[in-house]
């Protein structure tokens, strides 16, 4: 086959996360011909773990049926860094920084962000965690994590690491029983600090766990904080969407692009019985997101499980990596990675620095 034929066979090989052909994204980087064989390369923007090696298949099978017999494909990953808001500088060594919020409190954004975090890993990616929920820092105790980080020189922080991601949070320099009751400047000052003088290295994704609601917090990560993108967790029931549509619009209005929605305890399914019932109401997440034109990322279970192993200190993706919320959560990860890939790139550290000497 010729080059153009083999490009033709990949026109009709769709990526499952971005639902557009590989050609079409500019995703083939590279075609060779040579006797019969068929070399490609494919580079995604977003880890997608292994959707890779099923990618590769599904090209050689359909290089197969055009008469191809002897196909190499290789599908590797490339995360590039992605434009913030316009008057933030990235900080240097982390690509990006998803914040995951939620309009009010008790809808499982915690676990959802640091679920999600470790699907990113798990996928392939570098990960951090920013505890950034000062008044309740809840992942030490969710990625398992104790003791006090260590600074070398007296003015930065080591981050703290776990199950392959690094992580800082208020929770590790206070004792976990102790309230911090802090006006306003204080606590944004602390988030400031924890995101800045930490060590974080090389990044593909931090991910911000906001607090709830629309306040000090959320007005300084916009203002101050260099934001690719940002995930909103909400619950089915119209309580939960109506504070969520609040975090979606403050997002909006500082030109934070939204990567999606997750609507959490979409369903309760019964241990004993398997009966699933929607507790919390059917469907909301999915109607918000076509109300506001934005995607809608997935549905996680009400599941005992899953409280319990953040409890523990081991998250679902790590406690259960095969099984079936594992899976979602890996899925929403893909979804929301491969929506920020297709925004448009930071290419600050490209340009040269110029600088004026007097000789």
Known sequence: MTREQVEAVLKGIKDRY?????????????????????????????????????????????????????????????????????????????????????????????????????????????????????????????????????SSDGKSLEPMQNHGIKAMSIGFLIEEDTPMIWRGPMVTQ???????????????????????????????????????????????????????????????????????????MSMHICSNCGTVEHIFGEGGGQRMAEQYGVNYLGGLPLDIKIREQVDNGNPTVVADPDGAVAKIYKDISRKAAARLAQKAKDYSTKFPSIKIMNV
């Open 18 to 150: 971005l639902e557009q052909d590989i050609v079409s994204l500019h995703q083939v980087k590279d075609i060779t011909t040579d006797n019969g064989k068929v070399a490609i390369h494919i580079v995604q923007g977003y880890p997608a773990g292994s959707y890779r090696d099923e990618l590769a298949a599904e090209i050689k099978a359909a290089l197969a049926a055009a008469g191809v017999a002897d196909a190499d494909v290789s599908v590797t990953t490339q995360v590039a860094a992605h434009a913030v808001q316009k008057s933030v500088k990235r900080k240097d060594g982390i690509k990006n920084i998803i914040a995951v919020a939620s309009g009010k409190g008790g809808v499982g954004k915690s676990t959802t962000a640091v679920n999600l975090a470790l699907a990113l890993k798990a996928d392939g990616a570098t990960v951090g965690m920013l505890d950034a929920d000062i008044y309740g820092p809840s992942q030490p105790r969710m990625l398992g994590i104790s003791g006090q980080p260590e």
């Open 190 to 264: 602390a988030l400031e600090q924890l995101l800045g003088d930490t060590n974080w290295g090389d990044l593909d994704y931090l991910v911000i766990d906001l607090p709830p609601g629309t306040g000090d917090i959320q007005l300084t990560l916009s203002q101050k904080i260099p934001v690719s993108g940002a995930i909103i967790v909400t619950t089915p029931q119209d309580i939960a969407l109506l504070d969520a549509r609040k975090g979606l619009k403050m997002f909006e209005k500082v030109e934070v692009p939204i990567l999606g929605i997750v609507e959490n």
